[in-house]
């Protein structure tokens, strides 16, 4: 079946500096790629859409500038939090659409925590 | 906007039925899924529902009236493995928009 792979699962990092997550289709092309925040007992917040070749589209009240999302290949999105803050802190989830009846395939998440 | 509703919390006996009802209003419908989430993990995909009745498969079921805007996913013969946050959510125009979840616990 299809699988996305979400690299890394856990950072911790200082106020102020940048993380960058990736999030790689394994086994099929991904033109279009989907990054979500969820805080705890909470639900999937979708931040953006990644488009392969093109600017992403982000959704109302998300920061661009500060979420920064490259999708230069057909296999590979990745997010940046720049000067991340504590606030920041929270649980990312990226995804891509396999067609068909199988929907949505989810990366295993990325838990960031800035300090 | 989306507006999707479903139970914060439910509790259920090992081996018995637990209905989690979802009921959505949304600027439009190309379908709807349930997922499974333990937590810390990434969601998994159990059903996905685009026409009107009930899709079986195993031991969960998943049921769709879209003039009603409600749905509801059925799990049968619980297990303790079962127990984990199960979220509803409806594709309008390639993107998913999520209720907030419904943590299902399974007690012994």
């Known amino acids: 079946g299809a699988v996305v792979s979400q690299h890394p699962s856990r950072v911790i990092c200082k106020s102020g500096t940048s993380v960058k997550i990736e999030c790689r289709s394994l086994d099929f092309q991904a033109t279009t790629m989907f990054w979500y925040r969820q805080f705890p007992k909470k639900s999937l917040m979708l931040m953006a859409t990644?488009?392969?070749?093109?600017?992403?589209?982000?959704e109302q009240g998300v920061e661009k500038d500060k979420f920064l999302i490259n999708h230069a290949s057909l296999t590979l999105s990745t997010l940046t939090v720049t000067s991340a803050h504590p606030e920041d802190s929270s649980f990312y989830i990226c995804?891509?659409?396999?067609?068909?009846?199988?929907?949505?395939?989810f990366g295993s998440g990325t838990r960031l925590t800035v300090v | 906007g989306q507006n999707i509703d479903q139970p914060t919390e439910m509790t259920a006996t090992e081996g018995a039925i637990v209905q989690i009802n979802c009921t959505y209003q949304?600027?439009?419908?190309?379908?709807l899924f349930w997922y499974q989430q333990h937590a810390g993990e990434a969601p998994t995909f159990l059903s996905y529902n685009v026409l009107d009745g009930l899709e079986e498969k195993g031991r969960f079921s998943s049921f769709l009236s879209r003039s009603k805007g409600y749905s509801y996913l059925l799990l049968k013969e619980l297990q303790m493995k079962d127990s984990a946050s199960y979220l509803c959510?409806?594709?309008?125009?390639?993107?998913?928009?999520f209720g907030a979840g419904t943590t299902v616990t399974v007690r012994a």
């Open positions: 990644s488009n392969e070749g093109s600017k992403a589209t982000y």
């Open positions: 949304t600027s439009g419908f190309n379908g």
């Open positions: 959510a409806v594709l309008y125009d390639y993107k998913l928009s």
């Open positions: 995804s891509a659409s396999t067609g068909g009846r199988g929907g949505y395939t």
